[in-house]
């Protein structure tokens, strides 16, 4: 029972210090990275709107993987299971998952009038976490870049050097 608990207390507290979360739904090919709150125990999102992040592959009643990375490191916390689960708009579940998503939407183009557009025009899922979390990995599970015959590698420019230099004695003195 003591290992649950602590299980739901890690879960919990990564997700809410969290600013993004890593959301591979089932069949996806890869994560995404997604905006989101923590609400009455679960990872709530909106989405799939115009203007709004994608939800790809989160289907209501479904499963996806979650992975919760530190703010302030970018390494990996914790990766578990969650129950995907659509709420009807205007319900009462909804409206308090939309009154907390409101105060973390970033640069809405309506403000005040963004909740009805989601209600018309965006799904709003809550991400229940199932089950104890995953085992770490023990690879890096880094993709290889694609090959590309782009590059960024050209020459050092002549005056480079010379401005490099000239910036360190102005700062010394």
Request: hydrophobic share 40%; net charge positive.
């Given at each position: 029972?003591?290992?649950?608990?602590?299980?739901?207390?890690?879960?919990?507290?990564?997700?809410?210090?969290?600013?993004?979360?890593?959301?591979?739904?089932?069949?996806?090919?890869?994560?995404?990275?997604?905006?989101?709150?923590?609400?009455?125990?679960?990872?709530?999102?909106?989405?799939?709107?115009?203007?709004?992040?994608?939800?790809?592959?989160?289907?209501?009643?479904?499963?996806?993987?979650?992975?919760?990375?530190?703010?302030?490191?970018?390494?990996?916390?914790?990766?578990?299971?969650?129950?995907?689960?659509?709420?009807?708009?205007?319900?009462?579940?909804?409206?308090?998952?939309?009154?907390?998503?409101?105060?973390?939407?970033?640069?809405?183009?309506?403000?005040?009038?963004?909740?009805?557009?989601?209600?018309?025009?965006?799904?709003?899922?809550?991400?229940?976490?199932?089950?104890?979390?995953?085992?770490l990995p023990d690879g890096s599970l880094a993709e290889a870049p694609?090959?590309?015959?782009?590059?960024?590698?050209?020459?050092?420019?002549?005056?480079?050097?010379?401005?490099?230099?000239k910036r360190r004695k102005r700062a010394r003195s």
């Amino acid at each position: 029972m003591t290992s649950e608990l602590l299980d739901q207390a890690l879960v919990e507290e990564a997700v809410k210090k969290s600013g993004l979360i890593w959301v591979r739904g089932a069949g996806a090919p890869a994560a995404r990275a997604l905006w989101h709150v923590w609400h009455e125990g679960a990872a709530c999102l909106v989405g799939d709107g115009p203007g709004e992040q994608p939800l790809p592959h989160l289907a209501d009643g479904g499963s996806a993987e979650v992975t919760v990375r530190s703010k302030d490191k970018g390494g990996r916390l914790v990766t578990f299971t969650a129950t995907v689960t659509e709420l009807a708009p205007e319900s009462e579940q909804w409206q308090a998952a939309v009154a907390e998503l409101k105060g973390k939407r970033l640069n809405a183009p309506d403000g005040e009038a963004m909740p009805a557009r989601w209600a018309r025009e965006c799904r709003v899922l809550r991400l229940e976490p199932a089950g104890a979390p995953l085992p770490l990995p023990d690879g890096s599970l880094a993709e290889a870049p694609l090959p590309s015959p782009a590059t960024t590698r050209e020459p050092v420019p002549a005056g480079l050097p010379k401005l490099l230099f000239k910036r360190r004695k102005r700062a010394r003195s």
